[in-house]
């Protein structure tokens, strides 16, 4: 048979685990929201440095993007400038 102070024992030391558990789990819980901030700047550098590897051809994407855009709208302005001027041709 258990004593008194047996019993005590055992109760705090059953009260000391649970309090470890519980605080280990709220631990592992409180972890990756921690690490989030840690992990997001690491996807930023990562993505930095694939950028930083392939400049070139960016610049190169970025330079045919340009001259393709500036072709179109050259395009249109023109279009719009000679409509303009066969119309008052027209008109007169």
Known sequence: MIGGRDRRVG????AGLAVLLAAAGTGAADTPVALEPANALTEQAITA????EHSL????????????LGTVLAGGVTYWYKNREFQRRLNR
């Open 49 to 52: 440095e694939r950028l930083a």
């Open 11 to 14: 109760l705090v030391i059953g």
């Open 57 to 68: 051809e960016l610049a190169a994407g970025a330079l045919a993007v340009g001259v393709g």
